[in-house]
């Protein structure tokens, strides 16, 4: 049990990690979808391309998007692109690095549904074949045209009664998931090969730039966590002191009945050095703006001196 508690405060401290653990939750999730899912063609000539490219492309779509909307930096990174500049600069680097971050985690589920349909070949036999040429294939050599389009469109049917008799969709599956096969181990490849460069190239370019990009998209992350952290102790605490003023005649009652409240004295020191004279609504909304349209520079030499 400890060693779970570990894993989850592992994870809540590090927003890369929980971040990695939903890519790869969405990329199994993309696997497991796609073997569960029951492909039926419809095996009409003005209906398969668009079922089959569709299968293949509209949920990579969705995975995507659930990428992007499941990622805390994705947020946070629109906040820092249109946030006002205030009295802190905005870095450009920063913002590219977490869009990069973004983009990389989020299209790893999409890449992943398309290997998987590309290796399986169903989706591309559906879309393409009907767009094959007959020529290509004896059993085809003495069809009207009207009869090559109709069997051409239920080659993905296999129990079709159009398909029993006639051997020739046999070769144009094979031929078409021959084909779907080859380009997803091609891009397969060339995904493996391009994170290969990335990973042994990126010494060669400016890591001190790397490193600070890295460093700073992490830092608007803690501290936006931090600020959110301080504003409910803050709300806590103003909502403490609003209901006591609220209850103030009735407070021997609450006392003995419902809440174990502090002793007079106890406890109100800190709390009025966390709410330190915000005592209305409208000192908090003003506070709340101020951190949005003017936020303090990243400079604590002047706190360190008080």
Same mark, same amino acid.
């Given at each position: 049990m400890d060693r779970f508690r570990m894993i989850f405060q592992y994870f809540q401290s590090s927003s890369e990690?929980?971040?990695?653990? @939903?890519? =790869?939750?969405? %990329?199994? %999730?993309?696997?497991?979808?796609?073997?569960?899912?029951?492909?039926?063609? *419809?095996?009409l000539p003005q209906y398969n391309m668009t079922y089959g490219l569709g299968i293949m492309f509209v949920p990579?779509?969705? !995975?995507?998007?659930?990428?992007?909307?499941?990622?805390?930096?994705s947020l946070l990174m629109l906040d820092e692109w249109r946030r006002p500049e205030g009295h802190r600069k905005k870095d450009l680097a920063v913002i590219r690095y977490m869009c990069s971050s973004i983009m990389q985690r989020a299209t790893v589920a999409p890449v992943?549904?398309?290997?998987?349909?590309?290796?399986? =070949?169903?989706?591309? @036999?559906?879309?393409?074949?009907g767009s094959m040429d007959p020529e290509k294939f004896v059993r085809f050599a003495n069809v009207t045209p009207v009869q090559v389009e109709q069997l051409l469109a239920k080659? *993905? +049917?296999?129990?079709?009664?159009?398909?029993?008799?006639?051997?020739?969709?046999? %070769?144009?599956?094979?031929y078409l998931r021959c084909w779907s096969q080859a380009l997803?181990?091609?891009?397969?490849? @060339?995904?493996?090969?391009?994170a290969f460069l990335a990973r042994w190239l990126r010494p060669c370019f400016n890591q001190a730039a790397l490193m600070q990009?890295?460093?700073?998209?992490?830092?608007?992350?803690?501290?936006q966590k931090i600020f959110e952290e301080t504003c409910c102790e803050h709300?806590?605490?103003?909502?403490?002191? +609003?209901?006591?003023?609220?209850?103030?005649?009735?407070?021997?009652? @609450?006392? !003995?009945?419902?809440?174990?409240? *502090?002793?007079?004295? /106890? =406890?109100? /020191? =800190?709390?009025?050095?966390?709410?330190?004279?915000?005592?209305d609504q409208d000192k908090v909304?003003?506070?709340?703006? &101020?951190?949005?349209?003017?936020?303090?520079?990243?400079?604590?030499?002047? %706190? &360190?001196?008080?």
């Open positions: 990690s929980v971040m990695n653990g @939903i890519c =790869g939750l969405l %990329a199994l %999730a993309s696997v497991k979808m796609y073997t569960c899912f029951d492909f039926s063609c *419809p095996c990579p779509i969705i !995975l995507f998007l659930c990428g992007l909307i499941l990622n805390r930096q992943i549904w398309i290997i998987v349909t590309l290796l399986d =070949g169903k989706c591309l @036999i559906c879309a393409f074949s080659v *993905p +049917c296999k129990d079709d009664e159009l398909m029993r008799n006639n051997i020739s969709h046999k %070769a144009v599956s094979r997803g181990w091609s891009i397969l490849l @060339i995904l493996i090969v391009a990009a890295r460093h700073w998209s992490n830092y608007i992350d803690i501290e709300s806590r605490l103003f909502a403490h002191k +609003c209901i006591l003023h609220f209850f103030e005649s009735m407070q021997q009652e @609450i006392k !003995l009945h419902r809440f174990n409240m *502090p002793r007079e004295g /106890e =406890g109100d /020191e =800190g709390e009025e050095d966390l709410l330190q004279g915000i005592t909304n003003k506070l709340l703006k &101020t951190w949005y349209y003017e936020k303090p520079p990243m400079d604590v030499s002047q %706190a &360190t001196q008080r």
